[in-house]
């Protein structure tokens, strides 16, 4: 089961933020039994384990910096379906399973259903029956795991109505590094005060001390979840696997809206879109995302269509145009998507533009051509920063993954923009601007540059934590953000994580790096 690492092997020491590790071996476990056989071989001989999905997360979460790598990718079943009293379904996936798989399974209602139980037969006979069904959370990579989402806390551009995975979770299953298991469900048990009492399902019974800080009120991945007389469950969403290897999932599914339609307005000034924005937030209630794209990330994306075939479908932005508002609306009735859109028009003139410079997907195929545009921008800047490396190894991307309250919005974004002009950086900027999440990414053409945003990455989360931010919204703190979550909490907190963390995994060895880094813990010493 565990394997060497050979050259065949090597793509599985990254990820997508294009930092590359080191591991001696890897196994490609099928089930929770492969797994304890596992820990169980390893852990008694001190041996590190990194855990990995799809290696689709932004901070080397999943990149290991020794030992093992358990892989969860041949983890990808779909196990049973239930349905509660007010004709909600679940779904209980393996960790492994990726979001694209689950989706179309979703869509077609298409299950492997052979070795479920009679209840779960008969549920699926009344989810064929029902309306569509969705599961709403929609990170930028389908091609991730639900292992991943989940212990990232996913979001994505939907999260503006719907929320993030956490709030789509309802059962988890979590292989400890004692060899024990662990089964929490949502609403079941509870902490007292900031004291959590837990039982395995081998009937271990043990009490976990939560971390004191109080976290901020926006959307935040940063750290543990932690609060007062919290819900078990909402500790291990998020904590990236840190405390436990999170193998089998249960999901809530929504009713498919049964209008969706996608809208990019066009702005000739920066200003004017973010104007559009606040008064979108304040008037209209339809929206499922409000997306952000600046004058530097249509740049990127006019060259990327004259020189790259892959981007030629791109719809052409004009010179003049240097922002860009993408709006997804979720309706039940025609009628009131028309409404709202009607609206949207109204306040897109009051806030400097014209309804001209807008595009309206109605259809599937025309809302699939507005995604594209949308997804195109991370992945031109991907393709950038890999170019420039192969030049200078040393630089990886700059992105910042911050967030704020809604009095802040106007502030942060023109601190992004003087501190960059000043810097003579080239920048690009896009995001979930409806949360008041926005990705400025940093784009170095050298080490020399890379340092320079660097420092200005950490003046930054310094001024987020000023005004009540989170430094990171969406993509958690991996390797390459532990910096940071110390100039959010602070030192003794940061310890505090780690003593949490020693409850669940004695020896450190369970995806170590991931939230603190080593150094950190060897200064408390």
């Given at each position: 089961?565990?394997?060497?690492?050979?050259?065949?092997?090597?793509?599985?020491?990254?990820?997508?933020?294009?930092?590359?590790?080191?591991?001696?071996?890897?196994?490609?476990?099928?089930?929770?039994?492969?797994?304890?056989?596992?820990?169980?071989?390893?852990?008694?001989?001190?041996?590190?384990?990194?855990?990995?999905?799809?290696?689709?997360g932004?901070?080397?979460?999943?990149?290991?910096?020794?030992?093992?790598?358990?892989?969860?990718?041949r983890m990808?079943?779909?196990?049973?379906i239930?349905?509660?009293?007010?004709?909600?379904?679940?779904i209980?996936?393996?960790?492994?399973?990726?979001?694209?798989?689950?989706?179309?399974?979703i869509?077609?209602?298409?299950?492997?259903?052979?070795?479920?139980?009679?209840?779960?037969?008969?549920?699926?006979?009344?989810?064929?029956?029902?309306?569509?069904?969705?599961?709403?959370?929609?990170?930028?990579?389908?091609?991730?795991?639900?292992?991943?989402?989940?212990?990232?806390?996913?979001?994505?551009?939907?999260?503006?109505?719907?929320?993030?995975?956490?709030?789509?979770?309802?059962?988890?299953?979590?292989?400890?590094?004692?060899?024990?298991?662990?089964?929490?469900r949502?609403?079941?048990?509870?902490?007292?005060g900031?004291?959590?009492?837990?039982?395995?399902?081998?009937?271990?019974?043990?009490?976990?001390?939560?971390?004191?800080?109080?976290?901020?009120?926006t959307?935040n991945?940063?750290?543990?979840?932690?609060?007062?007389?919290?819900?078990?469950?909402?500790?291990?969403?998020g904590?990236?696997?840190?405390?436990?290897?999170?193998?089998?999932?249960?999901?809530?599914?929504?009713?498919l809206?049964?209008?969706?339609?996608g809208?990019?307005?066009?702005?000739?000034?920066?200003?004017?879109?973010?104007?559009?924005?606040?008064?979108?937030?304040?008037q209209?209630?339809?929206?499922?995302?409000?997306?952000?794209?600046?004058?530097?990330?249509?740049?990127?994306?006019?060259?990327?269509?004259?020189?790259?075939?892959a981007?030629?479908?791109?719809?052409?932005?004009?010179?003049?145009?240097?922002?860009?508002?993408?709006?997804?609306?979720?309706?039940?009735?025609?009628?009131?998507?028309?409404?709202?859109?009607?609206?949207?028009?109204?306040?897109?003139?009051?806030?400097?533009?014209?309804e001209?410079?807008?595009?309206?997907?109605?259809?599937?195929?025309?809302?699939?051509?507005?995604?594209?545009?949308?997804?195109?921008?991370?992945?031109?800047?991907?393709?950038?920063?890999?170019?420039?490396?192969?030049?200078?190894?040393?630089?990886?991307?700059?992105g910042?993954?911050?967030?704020?309250?809604?009095?802040?919005?106007r502030?942060?974004?023109?601190?992004?923009?003087?501190?960059?002009?000043?810097?003579?950086?080239?920048?690009?900027?896009?995001?979930?601007?409806g949360?008041?999440h926005?990705h400025?990414?940093?784009?170095?053409?050298?080490?020399?540059?890379?340092?320079?945003?660097q420092?200005?990455?950490?003046?930054?989360?310094?001024?987020?934590?000023?005004?009540?931010?989170?430094?990171?919204?969406?993509?958690?703190i991996?390797?390459?953000?532990?910096?940071?979550?110390?100039?959010?909490?602070?030192?003794?907190?940061?310890?505090?994580?780690?003593?949490?963390?020693?409850?669940?995994?004695?020896?450190?060895?369970?995806?170590p790096?991931?939230?603190?880094?080593?150094?950190?813990?060897?200064?408390?010493?």
């Open positions: 089961m565990i394997k060497p690492i050979t050259q065949e092997l090597t793509t599985y020491l990254k990820d997508e933020s294009r930092v590359t590790g080191y591991a001696e071996s890897i196994s490609f476990p099928k089930s929770i039994d492969d797994i304890t056989a596992i820990i169980n071989n390893l852990y008694p001989k001190g041996i590190p384990v990194t855990v990995q999905g799809a290696r689709t932004l901070t080397a979460g999943a990149v290991p910096q020794s030992g093992h790598i358990i892989n969860l990718s990808d079943g779909i196990s049973a239930r349905r509660d009293d007010k004709g909600s379904f679940y209980t996936v393996q960790a492994g399973t990726t979001l694209s798989e689950l989706r179309e399974q869509k077609d209602k298409n299950f492997d259903i052979s070795k479920w139980s009679e209840e779960s037969r008969e549920t699926f006979k009344e989810f064929c029956k029902a309306p569509e069904q969705f599961f709403s959370p929609d990170p930028t990579e389908t091609s991730a795991t639900l292992g991943g989402m989940v212990a990232c806390n996913a979001s994505g551009a939907r999260s503006y109505l719907y929320g993030s995975t956490r709030k789509h979770i309802t059962a988890i299953k979590i292989a400890l590094c004692s060899g024990h298991t662990l089964t929490i949502r609403g079941e048990i509870f902490a007292a900031r004291k959590l009492d837990l039982v395995t399902d081998q009937g271990h019974s043990f009490t976990v001390n939560l971390p004191a800080y109080e976290m901020p009120k959307k991945t940063s750290g543990y979840y932690v609060e007062n007389d919290m819900d078990a469950i909402d500790l291990f969403i904590s990236e696997g840190t405390l436990g290897i999170i193998t089998d999932i249960e999901v809530r599914l929504l009713p809206p049964r209008i969706i339609w809208i990019c307005c066009l702005f000739e000034n920066g200003n004017y879109a973010v104007d559009f924005i606040t008064v979108l937030r304040e209209l209630t339809n929206i499922a995302a409000i997306e952000f794209f600046d004058v530097g990330s249509l740049a990127i994306l006019r060259a990327q269509k004259k020189e790259n075939p981007f030629a479908r791109l719809r052409t932005v004009e010179e003049r145009i240097n922002a860009v508002v993408y709006i997804e609306l979720h309706c039940d009735h025609e009628n009131l998507a028309v409404e709202n859109l009607a609206k949207m028009a109204q306040l897109m003139k009051e806030s400097g533009g014209t001209k410079d807008s595009w309206v997907a109605r259809n599937n195929a025309d809302r699939d051509s507005l995604l594209f545009f949308r997804h195109a921008v991370p992945e031109s800047v991907n393709m950038l920063i890999d170019q420039r490396k192969r030049k200078d190894p040393a630089i990886i991307k700059l910042t993954d911050m967030s704020v309250p809604d009095r802040h919005l502030r942060v974004m023109s601190m992004y923009h003087s501190m960059l002009n000043e810097s003579g950086l080239q920048s690009a900027i896009w995001g979930h601007i949360d008041n926005l400025f990414n940093i784009l170095p053409h050298n080490e020399e540059e890379y340092k320079k945003g420092a200005l990455y950490a003046q930054w989360a310094i001024e987020i934590t000023r005004l009540g931010g989170a430094i990171s919204a969406e993509h958690g991996g390797k390459l953000k532990t910096g940071f979550l110390e100039i959010m909490y602070g030192r003794n907190h940061i310890f505090e994580m780690a003593a949490l963390k020693a409850v669940f995994d004695p020896k450190g060895l369970l995806c790096g991931n939230i603190f880094a080593r150094q950190q813990l060897k200064d408390k010493k």
